[in-house]
């Protein structure tokens, strides 16, 4: 069974610092993505990284596939509150499988 | 910017019941997802679909459910005879075939069922 855990669960931090959530498994994926849900929402996709050691910014977000594709991290500079949100890691097996969530992390930033 | 759509966005029923959750993927995209999510629990794959057949189904895609792609545009999960546990969220994803891993996710489909 593929599983992927994400740490830390819940994250609170102050306007203006910096974080990084992080994204593990014990199984490789041809790629990893990041969504981004709201309550009541479906996710939204952030990114997706499919490359072992690949980095992908978007804006003030850093996205890194691990070298060995087992592994991610989502850094995030100078969190400002419309950041907070519940960030999902997702992976998938091959191109077009199912795809795996992990069980996110909730990130609230307070202004 | 294209995107996902379904309807409802909310569906109360009573148990034993059958629904049908709508949704229109996006124009070229060939890979079709539904997903389900348990209040406060992780989102959970049910079912994959492509080329008009089921290329997926977990366990939880039991006899109970079945999809259908019954024009080019939409695609529809149905849930013949509902039962309590079968309350969440669900939602549906589609992706093309050159985005490796990269699907897109509907606002979803508040189904209660009592």
């Known amino acids: 069974t593929q599983l992927l855990e994400q740490s830390p669960q819940f994250l609170s931090i102050q306007e203006g610092e910096n974080l990084t959530v992080y994204c593990n498994s014990s199984?490789?994926?041809?790629?990893l993505q990041w969504y981004r849900q709201e309550p009541g929402e479906g996710p939204v996709l952030l990114v997706t990284v499919v490359t072992g050691g690949e980095v992908k910014k978007l804006k003030r977000l850093t996205f890194q596939f691990g070298d060995a594709r087992k592994d991610s991290s989502l850094h995030i500079t100078a969190a400002q509150p419309g950041d907070t949100g519940l960030y999902l890691c997702?992976?998938?097996?091959?191109?077009?499988?199912?795809?795996?969530f992990g069980p996110g992390t909730s990130l609230s930033v307070i202004p | 910017e294209p995107e996902v759509t379904q309807t409802p966005s909310h569906q109360v029923t009573q148990m034993g019941q059958e629904v049908i959750l709508r949704c229109v993927p996006i124009?070229?995209?060939?890979?079709f997802y539904w997903y389900r999510q348990i209040l406060g629990q992780k989102v959970e794959f049910l079912v994959s679909f492509y080329n008009n057949e089921i290329s997926e189904k977990s366990e939880i895609f039991d006899d109970q459910f079945s999809v259908e792609r019954p024009d080019g545009s939409n695609f529809t999960l149905k849930i013949r005879s509902t039962k309590l546990e079968d309350s969440a969220m669900y939602f549906c994803?589609?992706?093309?075939?050159?985005?490796?891993?990269?699907?897109?996710f509907g606002p979803g489909t508040r189904l209660t069922v009592l």
């Open positions: 994803a589609s992706s093309e075939d050159a985005a490796p891993g990269t699907q897109y």
């Open positions: 997702a992976g998938a097996k091959t191109s077009y499988d199912k795809v795996i």
């Open positions: 199984s490789v994926f041809s790629s």
């Open positions: 124009s070229n995209h060939l890979y």
